[in-house]
């Protein structure tokens, strides 16, 4: 076992993918000869050479629109969007086009791309560098949504992704690529290596897509979340001094909801947590399943906490980004609730 | 003081008035030079401004582009350019009789698709847009299976999914089309990428109309197709309306579509739409071009589309009913039709013949594809197969979805058995 960093996790996957299967081509602005503005293609040019590994214009929709034409001549995509912030230009190929191709010709044609983005805030990247859209792409039908929170997880997600059949838009919450976080900013920063999940084989394994993952076993209470905030849920819990299960929803789309489910009847309380913007958020959708699903065992409401319904703004990052302090009092609020 | 002024196109003629195309520059035919066809985009700019032209008014084959086909090949290029007239004209009054719930004919633009379908390769890709039936009608594919996804009945080949004339054909190479148009023109691009990675000697070609080279999708595949010197064919069809907006807000007016190819390094050929012969030989140059590494080509075809935008259209509200009497460059079957006459290849009488067999071939065709089913008469498609594609294997959500339907459909069928959900189990 090695090592890694996020940026190193994902750099292997692709690596693992070039070298096993002709069909994977990976391109994006700047993932050439630079390595990517994260690195996370570092040295795949030099190795694979510029026919699979190339830079492309600053075009998002070219780049998804490019993707759909080599995956249905045969090929597997791997697309970077540089900042998930950019992906709007390639709304429409993404929604109308790759994620209904399949569905539109009735199986005749598909392209299994994946594209890989960098999602989340924590950076200092303002609102342009800090969005977490993916609940935009679990509205579409026909996409699935992978968001990793370690990486181990990166790599046999991504591996995942790319031999998938279906497009898969890979989220990666670019405030872990180096290390995880516990949402205190003035903290030194923790590398992966001081993590048991920075432990990566350096050969080809696989992470299912449709598999949470119960990161922390708990009774008082179940606490749902994926990214970043898997991290900083972990230091909330031991501020609220609740024994909380924490579940890594990992795949968004398709929903794991009996692992969800199962936990929530178990302690009968819930809490969900995302960095994206509350209202319409993915939160919304994992709340009205729990209610759908474990109404009969709730002890308390269903709280959610989230970014606040605003742009991500640059200056007041900590007082938006929803830390562990916001989650701790959520936890309480679950426990006293009667 | 001064102020500045929007200029708001406006069309030469509308309803009431006398058509006027005299904003189109028509030279005469014969008159363009056929450059080599690795001639570098920036030599050969003024394929952009004048127009390639094969067939002159007497229905002669002028000039270095003439491709010299054989007269069995324009035989068969005649027959298909009939047939898709012949298929569109009994849709359209299938549509007007409610048998299907929409349509979109051809009539004028057939060159368009048929001439380059016939100049490719079997092996090529073909990324149609609307109006290119004529590209599945010319490989081959049964009329039976485009009227059954017309019909959206048990043997569509989108499987209910779709509006009419969202045709596609994987085995004949020929993608299927959006109705969110444009975006077929770069992921043409991208297959022509993919086939030059895996050194394959295929090569694309995609359908615009003039009027959705707006999009950005237009200019993301000229950048890639430029950037990587993609083996591409771009056909913009520029049949002078987009619905009820004429070419001039599609950004015509000062500049041929064609011109567009040299400001991204791209030749940009203006080709006259309607001459078999000129749009055949023009795409013969494409193609040998892309397959020699020499990168992509944007085509203009210089058209008119006769017939309404679709069959949710009314044409009169906004253009001369008389345009099509005048559009300049005729109609791309009588000019075929006349070439062969002249060159004693065929006559008025095998013409005849030929339309009668040809409308006797449609009507036999329509009865079969009625056989199964129609949209509301029938045999029907399976609801239940809605949930199928979404996914490769469908995920739990989809099947608890299914289930749902399958239990409300069952309680349709019989009454008084409706389970409602229950919330505690």
Known sequence: MAQMNMVHAINSALDVMLGRDPRVVVFGEDVGYFGGVFRCTDGLQRKYGEHRVLDTPISEGGIVATAIGMGVNGLRPVAEIQFADYIYPAFDQIVSELARLRYRTAGDFCAPVTIRTPCGGGIRGGQTHSQSPEGVFTHVCGIKVVMPSNPYDAKGLLISSIEDEDPVVFFEPKRIYNGPFDGDPHKPALPWSAHPKGEVPEGHYTIPIGKAEIVRGGSDVTLLTYGTMVHVAAAAVELAGVDAEIIDVRTLVPLDVDTLCTSVCKTGRCVIVHEATRFSGFGAELSATIQEECFWHLEAPIARVTGWDTPYPHAFEWDYFPGPARIAAALRGVMEAR | ?425
């Open chain 2, 1 to 425: 003081m001064t102020q500045s002024r929007l200029h708001v196109p406006h069309p030469p003629a509308r309803p009431g008035e006398k058509p006027d195309f005299s904003y189109l520059h028509i030279p005469p035919a014969g008159g363009e030079a056929r450059p080599d066809t690795l001639a570098p985009a920036l030599e050969i700019e003024q394929l952009g401004t004048g127009l390639v032209r094969v067939l002159d008014e007497r229905g002669q084959a002028l000039g270095p582009w003439n491709p010299h086909l054989e007269p069995q090949e324009l035989q068969v290029a005649l027959r298909h350019m009939l047939l898709t007239r012949h298929f569109d004209e009994r849709m359209q009054r299938m549509q007007r009789q409610g048998r299907i719930s929409f349509y979109m004919k051809s009539t004028g633009e057939e060159a368009v698709a048929v001439a380059p379908c016939m100049a490719l390769q079997p092996r090529d890709m073909l990324f149609p847009s609307y109006r290119t039936q004529g590209l599945f009608i010319t490989r081959g594919k049964s009329l039976v299976e485009l009227m059954c996804q017309c019909l959206s009945n048990t043997r569509d080949m989108c499987r209910g999914r779709q509006m009419p004339v969202m045709y596609h054909w994987a085995e004949g190479n020929i993608f299927s089309i959006s109705g969110n148009l444009a975006t077929q023109f770069p992921q043409a691009v991208g297959w022509a990428m993919a086939a030059a990675i895996k050194g394959e000697d295929r090569i694309a070609a995609s359908w615009i109309g003039e009027g959705s080279s707006a999009e950005a999708d237009f200019h993301h595949a000229m950048t890639f197709a430029a950037v990587y010197q993609a083996p591409v064919i771009l056909n913009l069809v520029n049949n002078q309306w987009a619905i009820s907006s004429f070419q001039g807000f599609a950004g015509g007016e000062r500049r041929t579509f064609a011109q567009r190819g040299p400001g991204y390094g791209i030749p940009g050929v203006r080709v006259d739409g309607n001459d078999f012969l000129a749009v055949y030989a023009v795409t013969r140059w494409a193609a040998e071009r892309a397959r020699a590494s020499g990168g992509p080509t944007l085509i203009e075809h210089v058209t008119y589309r006769a017939a309404a935008h679709s069959t949710s259209d009314d044409p009169a509200r906004y253009r001369p009913k008389e345009e099509w009497q005048a559009w300049p460059l005729g109609d791309p079957i009588t000019r075929l039709k006349e070439h062969l006459i002249g060159l004693g290849e065929w006559t008025e009488e095998r013409h005849a013949a030929l339309e009668r067999e040809l409308e006797a071939h449609v009507t036999a065709c329509w009865k079969e594809a009625v056989s199964y089913g129609t949209l509301t008469e029938g045999v029907s498609l399976d609801p239940l197969s809605m949930f199928e594609d979404v996914f490769h294997e469908m995920p739990p959500h989809l099947k608890r979805q299914r289930e749902e339907l399958r239990r409300l459909l069952a309680a349709q069928q019989a009454p008084g058995d409706v389970q409602a959900p229950s919330g505690k189990e």
